[in-house]
């Protein structure tokens, strides 16, 4: 087994691969390379080309091509609870900078960007995206777990014999773990202070979203990250922390955000309804799990 620990994407990265050690070499270039085409916060990006070029065609590479187009595929598979087009909301809202610089220096500077993610086109034929001149696309909702989805596949591509790709909690495992069975991932209670449960996955992806790790106030009122499309403000949901357990990371993270701007208490029906299991953690402490969430726990710590 060799492994590797960085930071990139805002988030920590973890690697994990059951063969030669330079293949986290290559890895880790290819986060750093997808960081490089859909950071908006690095001015030259695909991304922040593509919201600065607005009503216009933008020829973008495959991999920015794939996370537009996977990122509409979750607006219409939550019926538009996942939205990639709330940038504004998010700069309104004090997300204006990476992370590390809002929780010091948030302002609630205002944005003319709207939503309108429906108008969003993607030409395959082209290779070209256009964003609609109202709208502004932010990929942090499913950028983390679509980087795990591609960076395992290819070290599985590459001669890996297993490979776990972890982005700040959204996950990907495949192939052999190692203890040469399934890959065991633990979850953490929120506020640190235990773990509240072992997944077993001989292939798959984990994907956590919450109210806490990306957190900030402004003029006295809490924010965070997780903006409800219906109202442009920061959720008020009174789930801190959910889990989710799909195929695919990108599908989980999607999954995740839905769940959490469900109606109270159908937040693990909607995982369901959208082909995922998982768990919750209210702001009670308490701990929910989907019904076939069972056939994943190895260990369960609270309840």
Not at 4 to 25: K, T
Not at 110 to 119: D, E, H, I, Y
Not at 261 to 280: A, N, R
Request: aromatic share 4%; proline share 3%; hydrophobic share 45%.
């Amino acid at each position: 087994m060799e492994e590797i620990r960085f930071r990139a994407m805002g988030s920590e990265i973890h690697l994990v691969v059951m063969g030669d050690h330079r293949l986290l070499d290559v890895a880790r270039r290819r986060i750093d390379d997808l960081e490089r085409k859909w950071s908006r916060f690095i001015p030259t990006s695909e991304i922040s080309r593509l919201n600065a070029k607005r009503g216009q065609p933008i020829a973008v590479s495959d991999d920015t091509f794939l996370l537009v187009r996977r990122a509409l595929e979750g607006w219409r598979a939550t019926g538009g609870r996942f939205d990639p087009t709330v940038l504004g909301d998010l700069v309104r809202a004090g997300y204006d900078r990476p992370f590390e610089a809002v929780v010091l220096h948030a302002d609630g500077g205002v944005s003319t960007l709207q939503r309108n993610c429906g108008a969003i086109v993607a030409d395959a034929a082209t290779g070209t995206v256009i964003l609609p001149v109202d709208a502004g696309f932010d990929p942090g909702g499913i950028g983390k777990g679509l980087a795990a989805d591609i960076v395992a596949t290819e070290l599985i591509a590459a001669g890996a014999g297993g490979a776990c790709v972890n982005v700040g909690g959204d996950l990907r495992v495949e192939g052999e773990s190692p203890a040469g069975d399934a890959w065991v991932v633990g979850v953490d209670h929120p506020d640190g202070s235990a773990e509240i449960a072992r997944i077993e996955l001989a292939a798959g992806a984990i994907a956590t979203s919450g109210t806490r790790a990306r957190a900030w106030t402004v003029g006295g009122e809490r924010r965070h990250h997780l903006i409800d499309p219906r109202t442009g403000r920061s959720s008020g949901t009174a789930v801190v922390a959910l889990t989710a357990v799909a195929r695919e990371a990108a599908r989980a993270e999607v999954a995740t955000k839905a769940a959490l701007l469900s109606l109270p208490g159908w937040e693990l029906d909607t995982l369901e309804e959208l082909g995922c299991d998982g768990l919750l953690v209210d702001e009670d402490g308490d701990v929910r799990i989907s019904h076939n969430m069972d056939r994943f726990m190895q260990k369960a710590l609270a309840s």
